[in-house]
């Protein structure tokens, strides 16, 4: 074998492997994309599991302490957005209306969407 046709197939190799390289980048790229969809079907398969229970923990369903006590805690945590939403509207001085939900002027006796009286907290 002579030294061009020598370098010639040493060239031709390199780039045979460089080729090669590319192709498994390129495919390992895909499949981490594939990795990634599946594990978020999967995220969202358990939200909606964990939503279902919660729903039906809502209806009186047990399914015990475990997660009771976490449903309980969701409850809780509910609850206590609730009344950080009702602080931010107090603060920009709206209130919620009890009969229709809409947000409305926090000194009005009543609501000027449904008519509800609504209550009036005393500013002192
Ligand atoms: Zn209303």
Redesign the pocket.
């Known amino acids: 074998m002579d030294f061009l046709s020598d370098i010639g197939k040493k060239i031709t190799e390199t780039a045979k492997t460089v080729t090669k390289k590319s192709e498994s980048l390129v495919e390992i790229t895909k499949l981490n994309l594939a990795i990634g969809n599946e594990e978020d079907k999967i995220k969202k398969a358990f939200l909606e599991i964990g939503s279902e229970l919660y729903k039906n923990f809502q209806n009186g369903e047990s399914y015990g302490d475990y997660f009771d006590t976490k449903c309980t805690e969701i409850k809780e945590m509910e609850e206590n957005i609730a009344k950080l939403r009702e602080r931010v509207l107090s603060l920009k001085g709206t209130k919620t ?6 947000v ?1 002027d926090e000194d009005v006796k009543y ?6 009286k ?1 209550p009036v907290e005393n500013v002192e």
């Open positions: 209306c009890t009969g229709c939900n809409e409305i609501c000027p969407n449904c008519g509800v609504t």
